[in-house]
């Protein structure tokens, strides 16, 4: 008789993010960044991988590609020897899609509601709908990285080395407040660059509620979530 399927052995929402997670569950947004930004004369702002990645394969696009290819295969080895392969199962990646589009859409109605409905500019160049998915993938990775991982989570521990909060009304509003400011941070630096989009304050709100969001989701839900909830955002903005 067949053993019956464990309940750990299911894929749910409510399982919890972990670094293993995190990583498994972003490997293809990460290989499809990097393969795809090659072709392009642009790249995210926040990415500093590729000029690094170009440089360790001497400028050669085939070699970038294949070094791309075996950092993933690397990682997907490493999993399997560290007997985690399962973490690999195509009904995880379905999940956090699907729990991605949820969010996205939420987070659209939220900021809609807030300012209105703000055109937040047409795919990026004139490569069109690929740069627009290539360039939603970087964002969704690496801003969050920076943005979330970065200034939101290491920040706040940061500030609460420097001065723990003795209090519940300090434990809640110091996180609160420095959501607030990171998520003001995050969407000014839309405007700042090359690429930049020119100021305006109904977009700059907009942006900024949906930086909001994304705070909300990492904190809650972690890394992978947000990311894919970035990238698929950013995919119906700048593709759909």
């Known amino acids: 008789m067949a053993d019956p399927i464990r309940p750990s052995d299911e894929p749910t929402l409510s399982e919890g993010s972990d670094p293993w997670s995190d990583l498994v569950l972003t490997l293809p947004i990460f290989v499809g960044y ?3 930004v090659i072709f392009l004369p642009i790249r995210n702002a926040a990415d500093i991988v590729t000029r690094e990645l170009v440089a360790l394969a001497g400028h050669n696009m085939a070699a970038y590609g294949g070094l791309t290819l075996a950092i993933g295969l690397v990682f997907v080895m490493v999993l399997g020897l560290a007997g985690r392969g399962h973490a690999l199962r195509w009904q995880r990646f379905a999940l956090i899609a699907a729990e991605g589009v949820l969010y996205a859409v939420a987070m659209r109605a939220v900021a809609s509601y807030v300012v209105g409905n703000v055109t937040l500019g047409p795919p990026v160049g004139e490569h069109g709908a690929f740069a ?3 360039m939603s993938l970087g964002a969704g990775l690496y801003e969050e990285i920076a943005f979330r991982v970065i200034l939101f989570g290491l920040g706040l521990k940061l500030l609460h080395l420097m001065d723990p909060p003795e209090t519940f009304a300090m434990k809640v509003l110091l996180p609160a407040g420095w959501a607030l400011v990171t998520a003001g941070v995050f969407s000014g630096w839309h405007y700042v660059g090359a690429l930049g989009d020119p100021f305006a304050l109904d977009s700059f709100v907009f942006r900024w509620v949906c930086g909001l969001v994304f705070v909300v ?16 955002y950013d995919v119906w903005v700048l593709v759909l």
């Open 34 to 36: 990097h393969l795809g």
């Open 132 to 134: 627009g998915l290539v």
């Open 217 to 232: 989701i990492y904190a809650f839900r972690g890394f992978a979530p947000v990311v894919w909830t970035h990238v698929l």
